[in-house]
């Protein structure tokens, strides 16, 4: 199985490396100063408390923390020539992306559930009510959001062949779907409606639908979505509480998260295969 | 059976063209020292062997597999040490070795591997980063080893090797073939060629310009001897008879250092030039033959390509 030796490899490397262990810190100290600064103001503390305010950061840094784990995954093993050593070895071109992918989630999974299960310890030792199937489940929906941009970062570093155009390309990406794509849902809303003073008839789907179908296109959008349905009690439920998306919208955000993190890795397989190295 | 089989391989990077064509076979058992100056399309061609990068036009077999078809298959039987490769420099030596007996599904022991090519255990458990470029290749040619490969692939093997490193690389070339491997070793180190290579095929701008045996190469070539002739007399004296060798052997086969003229030349012409200088201003004081060495043979054929295109 030569993309498991690869995924060893990889993430045997990345834990040599001080960023692991600093991002490891930054999410403990990150938790736990929020925690602790909650705790102060609240009596009341819940762990879903907690995570309200954590959540909005969150969207924020975990995409920024999974691109600086992955975004040299393949263009510097292309850079530093170790790439040459690797394929001299018989692996397969998707070998190398399938193993690197793996390895990188890895860098990046751990320190995010290290990160969140120390403070965990913590609240529990202080007497914070705690509610460990929303705890466990946000770290699961933070996971799998994170996991998005590991996968947009390792296909992009198979695809491109310097460093420079693979991060510019991220922050790109990171850019409009994870600040201005927020932005960018309202206005047109308020565009449309203050032009045409009433939602036009013509348009397919109503302006709550619209919006929706904005939120559904950005793995934060559905990251959000999913949440709100999981800090609601209504995760894949039937019945949903008004204003939480409904069982299919939730199914589609899911499925949306996985073909963010299919694509890109099938858009580098194919780039990197056809690339003279 | 033919350990590499290469069919009008042709190579363009854009408007560059690496490979011209290029017709080559080697023999299993061999060892083949391929030779051309930096820039030829040695490295090219190894990359191609490997499918690092592929053909525009033509094809390469190794091992008797297609090189783009089956290229784990040709790379699970071979050992490499690529030209411009790097090290993780987070992993130590050993780990290095652990990584390519895992990739490989071999057996073997990395202490051995680094004893073989003279890596103490102290050196196995530092982190490659500290590494010089000497212990760099003396681990990536450990790795090499790896597997007992039936087709060893070395591209320039003695980069940044001292004397000794270069003389354990060339002993561990002949262990390997004695073993049964096939080795085919790029370098425009001439000398490292020479003691080890059965057949040599010379590469000049994306061509083969000759494959053959190291004494059929010298006989072939043109460059028969060297001829050392020491000339007393002014400075002007030693212009006028390097200018009256010059009519007969051509421009760029005479160089003078200290009163001492070296000329490659065929050996017919050996008298009609020492009469030429006899008819000079200057005086011969003695002369002695030298036959060519590879070095020659190897400056005679890349010189001669140039002249014809």
């Known amino acids: 199985m030569s993309w498991q030796a690869i995924a060893r490899k990889d993430f045997m490397d990345a834990s040599r490396s001080y960023l692991l262990w600093g991002l490891t810190a930054v999410f403990v100290l990150i938790v736990s100063v929020i925690t602790a600064g909650l705790g102060y103001i609240a009596p009341n503390l819940t762990s879903t408390g907690v995570i309200n305010p954590l959540h909005i950061l969150f969207q924020y840094i975990i995409p920024l923390i999974a691109i600086l ?22 692996h397969s071109r998707d070998d190398v992306i399938v193993g690197k992918m ?119 959008g559905d990251f959000q979505l999913l949440k709100q349905a999981l800090f609601n009690d209504a995760l894949y439920a039937t019945q949903v509480p008004e204003g939480v998306a409904s069982l299919g919208t939730q199914v589609t955000a899911t499925l949306m998260l996985l073909a963010w993190i299919a694509l890109p890795l099938a858009f580098g397989i194919v780039r990197f295969r056809a690339a003279d190295l | 059976m033919t350990a590499i089989e290469l069919k009008g391989l042709r190579k363009e990077f854009g408007d560059v063209v690496a490979l011209d064509g290029v017709d080559l076979t080697v023999e299993e058992g061999e060892v083949f020292g391929f030779l051309g100056p930096n820039g030829a399309g040695k490295s090219t061609t190894i990359n191609i062997l490997l499918d690092f990068v592929r053909p525009t036009d033509g094809s390469a077999t190794v091992l008797g597999k297609d090189s783009r ?27 290095h070795l652990e990584f390519v007996i895992d990739s490989k599904e071999a057996d073997d022991d990395p202490m051995a591997l680094l004893d073989r090519v003279g890596l103490d255990a102290e050196a196995a458990d530092q982190k490659t980063g500290g590494f010089s470029k000497g212990m760099q290749q003396r681990l990536i040619l450990a790795m090499a080893l790896v597997g007992e ?15 000794n490193g270069a003389r354990l690389m060339r002993e561990i070339v002949r262990e390997e073939n004695e073993r049964g491997a096939t080795v085919f070793f790029s370098s425009h180190i001439l000398d490292q060629v020479e003691s080890v290579c059965d057949t040599v095929g010379i590469l000049q701008d994306g061509n083969l310009i000759a494959k053959d045996t190291i004494d059929g190469l010298r006989e072939a070539s043109s460059t028969g001897m060297q001829l050392v ?68 043979v190897f400056t005679s054929y890349t010189t001669a390509a140039e002249v014809e295109q």
């Open chain 1, 69 to 90: 784990i992955s975004f040299g995954a393949v263009v510097d093993e292309r850079t530093s020539g170790s790439l040459k050593v690797l394929l001299s070895l018989p």
């Open chain 1, 102 to 220: 793996l390895g990188r989630s890895g860098a990046f999974v751990l320190p995010l559930v290290v990160g969140m299960a120390l403070p965990a310890l913590g609240m529990l030792a202080a007497g914070v009510t705690f509610e460990p199937l929303k705890y466990v489940g946000y770290i699961l929906l933070a996971s799998v959001f994170g996991l998005t941009y590991v996968a947009l970062a390792t296909g992009l570093s198979a695809a491109l062949s310097s460093r420079f155009r693979v991060l510019l390309s991220l922050l790109g990406f990171y850019f409009v779907f994870n600040i201005l794509w927020f932005i960018v849902n309202t206005a047109s809303v308020v565009l449309i409606l203050a032009l045409s003073r009433e939602w036009p008839a013509w348009m397919p789907l109503s302006v709550q639908e619209t919006r929706r179908v904005f939120q559904l296109l950005s793995p934060t």
């Open chain 2, 69 to 95: 078809a089956h290229s784990e298959a040709i790379r699970s039987r071979t050992g490499v040490l690529p030209e411009g490769y790097g090290l993780y420099d987070r992993l130590t030596a050993r780990q």
């Open chain 2, 149 to 163: 490969p039936e087709l060893l692939i070395l591209d320039e093997p003695s980069t940044g090797l001292d004397p």
């Open chain 2, 229 to 296: 002739v020491t000339v007393g007399g002014s400075q002007s004296d030693i212009d006028t008879a390097v200018a009256a060798v010059e009519d007969i052997t051509g421009t760029d086969t005479v160089s003078v250092e200290d009163g001492t003229l070296t000329v490659t030349c065929e050996s017919d012409d050996k008298m009609t030039i020492l009469n030429a200088l006899e008819s000079t201003p200057a005086t011969v004081e003695d002369f002695e033959t030298e036959s060519a060495s590879l070095g020659e």
